[in-house]
């Protein structure tokens, strides 16, 4: 129930839904400052109308929030998520597959793993073989 004491929509549980997801993963990184939350707002505010055209597109927006905020960081801060399963070379960003499709996770393209589902950061160890 929203504070009015209406019920959510099942649009906006899944932007609720996505926020908090993203949020964790960021947190979990110790990467939750201001400007990045800002960035998860943004995105959150962007991917409301998109889905709000395409309602069926609920299920992908955990994901598509991801690579919304990853890319944002990219532009500011530099690569985020890094991989925590490749110990040496070049550190570097996890990617989300699918990229568009429901249950996105973090996937480690070097080492061919699921590193973890968006918002299961923080409980990453060494990842499951991608399939």
């Known amino acids: 129930m929203d504070p009015t004491g209406n ?4 649009l906006e549980q899944a932007l609720h839904a996505a926020r908090a997801l993203v949020l964790a993963d960021l947190a979990s990184g110790e990467v939750a400052a201001a400007d990045v939350v800002s960035m998860v707002e943004d995105s959150v505010v962007q ?24 890319d944002a960081i990219l532009e500011r801060h530099g690569r985020w998520p890094l991989c ?3 110990g040496s070379g070049d550190p570097h ?16 393209h070097k080492a061919g793993v699921k590193v ?16």
């Open 7 to 10: 019920p959510i929509s099942p």
């Open 47 to 70: 991917r409301r109308w998109w889905v709000e055209q395409w309602p069926a597109g609920a299920e992908y927006v955990a994901g598509l929030v991801a690579q919304d905020v990853q």
């Open 84 to 86: 925590p399963v490749c």
């Open 93 to 108: 960003a996890l990617d989300v597959e699918p990229e568009l499709g429901p249950d996105p996770h973090w996937v480690c």
């Open 116 to 131: 973890a589902s968006v918002g299961s950061l923080g409980s990453a160890a060494g990842g499951t073989p991608s399939s």
